[in-house]
């Protein structure tokens, strides 16, 4: 299945990317609640929400701007830039927003910048988006959300929606299949994104590559939940695998746990990344890899500094 977005043409081999917020820069998004959206009337509900998300696409444009500047080469994508969208009370059209069509060029106007400066945007579902679930409203809401986000997509040219395989409901082969399916089901602008990572408590490689080579979804590989959840694979041997599910440039992620690979909740991030951490396998060839630290800017640019001067290894190949 071909990308609907290619990732951009780059000539160095390896791009990390900041994930949805910042630690130190004065660069903020915007949310908000149902709850203080109910508490106005539709028009002052639709004149607040156009102001969160007009200030939230000022906010990405700094934010890739300040990758751009700071050799960050991808940036994962608020899942909430436009709050409450899919709400089935507070939701909306940006159509239905004051200066709604302002608002989507200003989207728009990321994306090319995002084009000119040769950075990644993807995005991640939240935890509640499970397409495998056997509850039909959980599924009908999961679908809700990944239309509105391939919406902004298309707007700023991110080529990843990435999910987990969801839950295995007591019969992992029955859930898989489930997923199978409805993967199958998906409209094409979510599906063209659509990519699948391994988790922490169910679903490990082994599980989700079969359902990689069927739906044609690629495998995001997180080595940090691989290692909290073995599957008796080797991490250079789901490596190689993981780079054949893609088309395109393979979208990985790396994460440090916080106490300590012997502590009590390994799955727990850490601020930073051990360099040590950093598989071997994954240097020399094109790759994006999503840093999941809570330092965020600051965590990408000591791993950055890191590579750069050759200070990596590989933990539990």
Known sequence: MTKATSPPQRTD???LGLCCQFADQPIKFRVTTV????????PGQLARLAELCRANAEALLAALQ??????IGAFRILSQILPVKTHPVAGYEI??????????????????????????????????????????????????ELNYQAEVAEWVGAD????HGGGAYGDKATALSALRR?????????????????????????DLLPVCADTGAPLVYDAHHHRCLPDGLSLAEVTERARKTWRAEPLFHISSPLDGWDGPKPERHHDYID????????????LTVDVEAKAKELAVARLIADLQVGNHGSRRT
């Open 182 to 206: 409805n993967i199958e089901r998906l409209p094409a602008p979510v599906r063209s994104r659509l990519t699948l990572e391994n988790d922490d408590k169910v679903y490990t490689p082994s």
């Open 35 to 42: 709850t203080a959206m109910l508490c106005l009337p539709r």
């Open 13 to 15: 081999a390896l791009r």
């Open 95 to 144: 159509d239905d927003l004051p200066g709604g069509a302002e608002i989507m060029a200003r989207f728009q106007e990321c994306g090319q910048y995002a084009r000119d400066n040769n950075l990644r945007l993807s995005f991640h579902p939240d935890q509640f988006v499970v397409l495998n679930s056997p509850n039909p409203q959980t599924l009908a809401n999961s679908l809700a």
């Open 66 to 71: 300040f990758c751009a500047s700071h050799g």
């Open 160 to 163: 990843t929606i990435n999910l």
């Open 275 to 286: 360099r040590n951490d950093f598989p071997v396998a994954w240097l020399g060839w094109p």
